[in-house]
């Protein structure tokens, strides 16, 4: 567990190196705590209420799980907190407030079982869902395992509005990428949660048509959870 002991580091790093007045919106992605295409992450179930306090003690706004560990959390004796959404066969939209700001997030449906990719039903889920929100925020963000490809086809063709697409499954991590013309800021998780993604927004994009420009507003980097990053001693104690 010491990835997330090392995560807490940076976490913690992070914020006490804001400038007052900055806010944070920290979100975790599907496979959080395990991926099932390695079978060997799976964790012993002793170690559930471990994962459940890590995630509140790095102050996570909240943290969507796939279906298989939803399951494996509540088959391990915990009742999923309010913090955990898990993905399902529908899309599932929200609004957290980031400092005043009301921030849309719609979490991508699971892939049906024995398609390669999502089907038109469920790109048609995310639509309706991102759809569910407008004129309510300010920003809408989009959280994906779908995998690199299919993802890079919903972006490509679906006529979607998010301004930021946290994607995840199949394929290479990515730092960053500008999609439809600089108005849909894509970043990748990278596999086994080998690091952190940090996206800073300098200014908000504002009306549809506005454009992310790299460097005036909006920079992302990637911290990698690497040996001498020390462990969070407090998110480490959880699992001795």
């Known amino acids: 567990m010491g990835g997330l002991a090392r995560r807490a580091s940076i976490i913690k ?20 705590i395990f991926d099932k295409r390695d079978p060997g992450s799976i964790p012993k179930a002793r170690t559930a209420p ?3 306090k890590a995630y509140e003690l790095m102050g996570y706004d909240r943290v969507y799980l796939t279906e298989d ?3 494996w959390l509540v088959q391990s004796g915990q009742p999923l907190p309010a913090l955990f959404k898990a993905a399902g066969p529908g899309a599932f939209a929200e609004k957290i407030m980031v400092g005043g700001i009301p921030v849309g997030v719609v979490l991508f449906p699971e892939i049906e079982p024995g398609l390669a990719k999502p089907g038109k039903a469920a790109v048609n889920q995310v639509l309706d869902a991102a ?11 989009g959280v994906s395992h779908w995998g690199k490809r299919a993802e890079s086809e919903f972006l490509k063709t679906s006529g979607h509005p998010f301004d930021i697409l946290l994607g995840g499954g199949v394929g ?5 990428r500008l999609m439809n ?8 998780s990278f596999f086994k949660g080998r690091a952190l993604n940090v996206i800073r927004i300098m200014k908000l994009p504002g009306d549809s048509g506005a454009k992310w420009v790299l460097g005036q507003n ?6 990698v959870l690497s040996d001498d990053i020390a462990d969070d001693p407090e998110v480490g104690g959880l699992f001795k």
């Open 131 to 141: 759809d569910s929100l407008e004129g309510e925020v300010k920003l809408l963000v």
């Open 13 to 32: 790093k992070l914020r006490n190196s804001t400038p007052g007045g900055r806010k944070f919106l920290l979100l975790g992605g599907n496979n959080e």
């Open 50 to 52: 471990g994962f459940i």
């Open 172 to 176: 290479p991590g990515l730092e960053e």
């Open 69 to 71: 560990e939803s399951r």
């Open 218 to 223: 909006v920079n992302a980097d990637v911290s």
């Open 181 to 188: 013309d600089g108005k849909t800021f894509w970043v990748r």
